[in-house]
Every structure is written in C-alpha cells, then in structure tokens.
C-alpha cells in the first residue's frame, strides 16, 4: 500500500543545491582514502567520506569486488548492489601477490590520510599493509579496520552479516511469536558497521588535528550488533531478562505496531500520554484517556489485550488512507506500510528528493541521496560507481610520481 504524504513545506529557494555538481567544496575535501574494502560495510563507509568530498581510492583484486556479481538486480549489466555504495571513487586493480603493484599498494598506504579494510584480521601483515606496517612509514593514518568478531578469540571467523544476525540474538526478536526467526529484510549490522567505521574515523581524524597522531579504529560487526540493539541488550544485562520476539509488537509500549483497518493495516504510535489522548480523540474515544486500565504508558502496556479491540473497532470504520490523514491531522504518529516504491515516493512527496543522478546524459545513474544535510559543504555526487580498473592508468601515474602531488578529486569524471 502506498499512503500519500500531506503537502510539503515549500523549500527554501537559496538551498545549497546538491546536484552532481556539487559547487561547494566537501567537509572532507582534501583527504585521501585508501579503500582497500569490498562488499558492503567498508564500501558503504567509504561512499560516505567520498559524498562528503573525501578522495577515495578503491582498490580491487583482478577478481573484482564481489559485488559485481550481485545479480540479478541489475542496471546495463551492472549489480544494483554494486551501484549502490560505491559514487564518488576512483578504481584501480591491484594484485597484492604481485610485488609491483604490492609496491604501489603500500605507496598507496603511505600517503593517504585514512586507510580502511575489511580483511580478516591479520591479513594483510604478509603484504606490509596491515595497521603496524602502515604507521611505521605514516605515522598519522587513521587505519581503520572491520571484521566481523574482532581480533582477539573470534579473529578467523567469517564476517557475514545473515551470521551476526543469527549469533547477535537479532533473528530471535524477528518474526511471529509461535513462528521461526527471521532475519532482517536488510544487512542492517553491515550498514551499522559501515557507519561505525566513519563515526571512529572522523572522532580519529579530529585527534590527529589536535596531536598529529594516528591511530588504528578497530570496529567488528557482533560489537555493534550488541549497540544498536540497545534496550534489548539492556534488558538482558542490565534486567537479566531475556527479550524474545513479540511479531510487530513492542515490548514496553502499546498502541506501538500496525493496526487493522477497514482496508488494510497503519502503523500507530503513542508513545506517551498526550500522544494517547491525541490519538483517543481522534477515534472518537475520549473516554478511554479517564480508563484507569489506560491512564499512563505502563498501564496501557499492562492491559494491551483489553485495549486493542477497541482500537480495532474504530478502527475498522475507515480506510487506512483516510485514518492516515485524520490521525496525521490530529497530530498523532502513524504511517503506512509501504513497498519500497512507496517509501521513495513518500520521500519525494515530503521534499526530501531522495534521488540523485551522478554522471552525464544517457550514462547517468540513478542513487539514493547521502542522508546527512550540511547548509555549507553539502554532499556531492561527482563520479558514477566506476567500472573495474576504470582510473588505472591515473591512479598509477599518480602513485610513480612525486609524492607530494595529489590525485585530482575526480580522475574518472566524465568517464
């Protein structure tokens, strides 16, 4: 089902445009990223930097990133899953078993500012690019490395994301209560961990600018799965209780999932008392606000079966389009379960323009929009995700000649 939005605020016509162009220099502008990271955490990483004006350097094995071959989807032969983390880089083939381009590998290391990989932990230390090779020639890099158990004991397990779903406790909150856990419809710990990766580098970045040291950032995606579960990890080890899965339900707030209406299913929030009073009225309920079984948050939680029937009935007398906009009206939360066609559409609707076109004319490609919103160096959207080894000569021209000249920001413009 796709819910229209209500109208859009008119946006400011002085915005900072962030089209391909980009006028503004990026945030980042002037650093140099070695992406020697495939698949997704690290890339999606890296594609945040590049974004916000970072030079970015990917470097890929003759092999390719994997995710070329991601496919179906695709768009003219190339995985979606590719296209989607990789604008705003640079490319270059590097065989590390080779010692002339092991050479560059390194000479690449050595001059960037940032430097991030996602081997398993330990190896690259027979390439002379792991964190303590690196820093013994560039001492100020900010190394940043994911795995996805760390280094110590989990260090030769492999690092997939389904795997840390399962492992974390996430598939155990997912699904129906009688049901079998599910995983999430998204690698959400890779993306999680990709962001982690930017957060340490930046926080690493902005000690650097203090002490003029380096240092290695470390991120593993079963530490951040533990994080981002937040108020389920803390019941556990705060509660000693053990959080199972409740379908769309939640565990301490209620209305807090979808609710059936006369066409379907809205999702509906009230997450305090005066956003249960809003919500009450607006169903003709106001009675319900003076029910001592649901006077406060925890009570409502308490008396949840008592409670959802009635919703439900008043529910059942509109539309689930028609409830969106008399609740919204009202100013309570709720919002339509949407395809992803309609979470783009609902996107556009409210003026978000979550759709961006990097590169020219017929070669264009369609990308998500950087969510971040900076008013003076905003995201920018230079270079399509490159073909395999489409800036070698570049990279390579670069690498053999004086240090002290930089890569051009965008050698693959236009390509």
Sequence with gaps: ????????????????DERSEGPAAGALDGLLVADFSRVLAGPYATQLMGDLG????????????????????????????YLGINRNKSDVVLDFKDPADRALAQELA??????????????????????????ATNPAVVYASI??????????????????????????????????????????????????????????????????QGQHVEVNLLSTALSAMANHSST????????????????SLFPYEPLATADGQLVVVAANNAQFAKLAGALGLPELVDDPRFAATEDRNRH????????????????????????????????????IDGGVALAEQLGLEPVVHVGEGQAAVP???????????????????????????????????????QLPAAPGEGR
Aim: net charge neutral.
């Design 54 to 81: 970072a030079t970015v350097v990917k470097v890929e094995s003759p092999a390719g990133d994997e995710t070329r071959g991601w496919s179906p989807p695709e768009r003219d032969g190339v995985s979606t899953y």
């Design 1 to 16: 089902m796709t819910t229209a939005a209500p109208a859009a605020a008119a946006q400011p016509a002085d915005r900072a």
């Design 147 to 212: 795995s996805g158990f760390g280094s110590a004991g989990g260090a030769s397990l492999p690092g997939y994301d389904l795997i840390v779903q399962a492992a974390s406790g996430l598939m155990s909150l997912t699904g129906d209560p009688d049901g079998q856990a599910y995983r999430s419809g998204v690698s959400v710990f890779d993306i999680m961990t990709g962001m982690q990766a930017t957060i340490g580098v930046l926080a690493a970045l902005r000690h650097r600018e203090r002490t003029g």
């Design 367 to 405: 990308v998500v929009r950087n969510p971040i919103r900076l008013s003076a160096t905003p995201a920018t959207y230079r270079t399509p995700p490159p073909p395999l080894g489409a800036d070698d000569d570049a990279v390579r021209k670069w690498l053999a000649g004086p240090p002290h000249e």
């Design 304 to 339: 949840r079966e008592q409670l959802r029937p009635l919703l439900l009935e008043a529910l059942a007398q509109r539309t689930s389009q028609e409830w969106f906009e008399v609740l919204t009206a009202a100013g309570v939360a709720c919002g339509p379960i949407n395809t």
């Design 236 to 251: 556990y080890i705060a509660a000693g209780q053990v959080p199972f899965r409740m379908g769309n339900a939640h565990p």
């Design 110 to 135: 050595r001059r960037a500012d940032v430097v991030i990989e996602n081997f398993k932990p330990g190896g690259l230390a027979k390439f002379g690019l792991d964190y303590p090779s690196v820093a």
